[in-house]
């Protein structure tokens, strides 16, 4: 594929029509093979010859969703790391600051930290914060922190962007979710707030699961999936206690980020977590 930038440089005009293409050629991301010569998948059979069948236009955040997730599948060779985050003496200090939180003030959420968090692992891990521009053979580090939240909402999947989290409190990024989730679910978020993300964490643990894994939201290298809190019996100086733990999953460019660099990245994410005192340090 030659791109239309100088010297035959692949730039986005050109990825976002080569996406339109492969939608309304019925190419596979995957590569398979065509009758034509080119990539694509075998036709669908006539599923009605089965029994009845409805066929719904893909519009709107969806259409948006089928674009941006088979062109980050098709570009991004992913890799999952899994971890879990002790996350006890956070949950009860955030008990704790609810029975007190002043009339007004925003709910500090597990994602509202974790957000936090991220920031400071990013600074410490400054390539999980960058964008791979392979064309020109270069990795753009990001010098700010802007931390892509996902909303489900019931039009789609959106993802409002928090600016500058690094420059933030876990109470001003905990109102600046609620409010986000708010409007981005009456759809009342503008276009702008939706670009520029620099990492992205999604938090299913409202819905259940035990471990998901997340696509990472190209360009960006890297995103972080939160599932369900559980109790669990852990052994800790040679006493078993039940502790609450919250299972992580870090999903990343592995051109970009190594094997054992994305195990660091998400172990110190997690003990950032389970430290309330190390993040307000790190931070």
């Known amino acids: 594929m030659k791109g239309s930038g100088p010297g035959g440089r692949i730039d986005r005009a050109d990825v976002k029509a080569h996406v339109q293409r492969v939608l309304s050629s019925g190419a596979a991301a995957a590569g398979l093979p065509s009758s034509a010569g080119g990539v694509g998948v075998p036709p669908l059979p006539d599923f009605a010859q089965w029994g009845p069948v409805e066929r719904q236009p893909v519009t709107g955040i969806r259409r948006v969703t089928v674009e941006s997730m088979s062109l980050a599948w098709s570009t991004v060779p992913h890799v999952t790391q899994f971890d879990q985050a002790d996350i006890t003496d956070l949950e009860g200090a955030r008990r704790r600051y ?5 009339e007004g003030s925003p709910k500090i959420t ?18 999980v914060n960058s964008s791979l521009d392979a064309g020109a053979g270069e990795l753009i580090i990001k010098r700010y922190c802007h931390i892509g939240v996902a909303v489900d909402t019931e039009h789609g999947l959106l993802v409002p962007v928090i600016r500058d989290v690094d420059q933030k409190t876990v109470s001003e990024i905990a109102a600046e979710l609620t409010d986000l989730a708010q409007r981005a679910r009456r759809r009342k978020v503008d276009l702008s707030e939706l670009k520029g993300g620099t990492f992205t964490v999604t938090n299913l643990g409202g819905i259940g699961g035990t471990g998901f894994t997340p696509i990472v939201n190209y360009p960006e290298v890297a995103i972080l999936g939160m599932s369900r809190s559980r109790e669990e019996l852990v052994l800790r100086g040679g006493e078993l206690e039940t502790r609450l733990v919250l299972p992580l999953a870090l999903s990343y460019d592995h051109r970009v980020i190594d094997g054992a660099d ?3 990245f998400l172990r110190h994410l997690a003990a950032l977590l389970e430290d309330s005192f190390q993040l307000l340090i790190e931070a």
């Open 262 to 264: 994305g195990a660091r």
């Open 98 to 102: 609810e029975e007190t939180r002043p």
């Open 110 to 127: 597990v994602t509202a930290a974790a957000v936090k968090a991220c920031a400071a692992a990013l600074k410490k891990f400054p390539r």
